[in-house]
C-alpha cells in the first residue's frame, strides 16, 4: 500500500520539472493524479507516463489566469473521481518572458507586477476557493502551496514573484486557520533553486556557482527532492502539520550570507 492510496489530487503545473516529479511521486504511492497544466502537451505526456508504470493519471488544461477554467477543471475532476483529497498549488508564472522583465521597482511596468500575482497568488486562491469546499464534503484533505525561498528574503531581482510568494505564505496560514476545523490542511514549501532545463537556460555558470557555493548540503537539488516532501504532507504521516512554511533549499536560507566565504576560508588553513 502507498502512503496515499486511494486519494484523488490535482497538482498544477504538472506537465514539467517540479509538477512533474510531485505528480509521479503520488501516483507511484498509490493516488489517482490529475495532471494540470496550461501547456496540455506536457500533461498529456506526464499523464501517459504515469498510466504506462501500471498508475492511474488523466491530464486537463487549466489557465489559473481565469476562474471559469479553474471551475470548469474542479467540475471535470469532481464527475470523473467523485473527491478531491489533495491539491498541491504548484504552478506559477516562470517564463522568461516574465522573469526578465522582473527586475528594477523603480522602472517596472505594472503589468508585470500584475502578471506575477495574477498566476503565483491569485490563482493559488482560485484553485483552494473551488478545491476546499469537495474536500470538507468528503471528510477533509490536504492543500500544499509551491512558494519560494525568495520570499523570505530580499533581492535585487525579480521583485514581483518574491513579493507574490511571501503573499502565498500568508494565504497558506489563512487557509489553515479557516479550514482546520473541516479537516483540511494547508501548508508551504519553498524550494530553493531546482535545476530544471527551463532554470538552467535562464542562468550562467557563474550565477549557478553562487547560488551553490551557498547551499549546505553537498550537492545540487533535484525535483525529487520537492516531491518527497510533498508527499510527506500529502499523507497521513503529516496529519498534524497546518499552517507550516517549510524550506526544502539545503539551507540556503538559514545562515549569514559569509558563510560559504569563510568554509572558503577554513578549507584553505587546512590546505
Not at 9 to 21: L, P, V, W
Not at 136 to 148: E, M, Q, R
Request: net charge negative.
Amino acid at each position: 500500500m502507498g502512503l496515499v492510496e486511494g486519494k484523488v489530487a490535482i497538482i498544477t503545473g504538472a506537465g514539467a520539472n517540479i509538477g512533474e516529479a510531485c505528480a509521479k511521486m503520488l501516483a507511484k504511492n498509490g493516488a489517482s493524479v490529475v495532471v494540470a497544466d496550461i501547456n496540455m502537451d506536457g500533461a498529456e505526456r506526464v499523464a501517459g507516463e504515469i498510466n504506462a508504470s501500471g498508475s492511474t493519471a488523466i491530464a486537463r488544461t487549466v489557465n489559473l489566469a481565469e476562474e471559469a477554467s479553474i471551475a470548469a477543471l474542479v467540475k471535470a475532476v469532481m464527475a470523473r473521481f467523485g473527491r478531491i483529497d489533495i491539491l498541491h498549488n504548484n504552478a506559477a508564472n516562470t517564463g522568461a518572458a516574465q522573469m526578465t522583465r522582473d527586475a528594477s521597482l523603480a522602472e517596472m511596468d505594472a503589468e508585470v507586477w500584475d502578471a506575477a500575482f495574477d498566476i503565483n497568488t491569485r490563482g493559488t486562491m482560485l484553485m483552494t476557493k473551488h478545491v476546499a469546499p469537495h474536500m470538507a464534503a468528503g471528510g477533509g484533505g490536504s492543500i500544499i502551496n509551491t512558494s519560494s525561498g525568495v520570499s523570505l528574503l530580499g533581492d535585487i531581482l525579480n521583485p514581483a514573484y518574491s513579493s507574490s510568494k511571501a503573499a502565498v505564505n500568508a494565504l497558506t496560514r489563512n487557509t489553515a486557520a479557516q479550514f482546520g476545523r473541516a479537516n483540511i490542511r494547508c501548508n508551504a514549501i519553498l524550494p530553493g533553486l531546482v535545476l530544471s532545463p527551463v532554470a538552467r537556460a535562464q542562468m550562467t555558470d557563474t550565477q549557478l556557482a553562487m547560488i551553490q557555493r551557498h547551499v549546505l548540503l553537498p550537492r545540487e537539488s533535484v525535483a525529487d527532492d520537492i516531491a518527497g516532501a510533498v508527499l510527506w504532507l500529502a499523507s497521513d504521516l503529516g496529519s498534524f502539520a497546518t499552517g507550516q512554511i517549510i524550506s526544502i533549499d539545503g539551507g540556503i536560507c538559514h545562515h549569514q550570507a559569509h558563510y560559504a566565504d569563510m568554509l572558503d576560508m577554513f578549507a584553505g588553513a587546512q590546505g
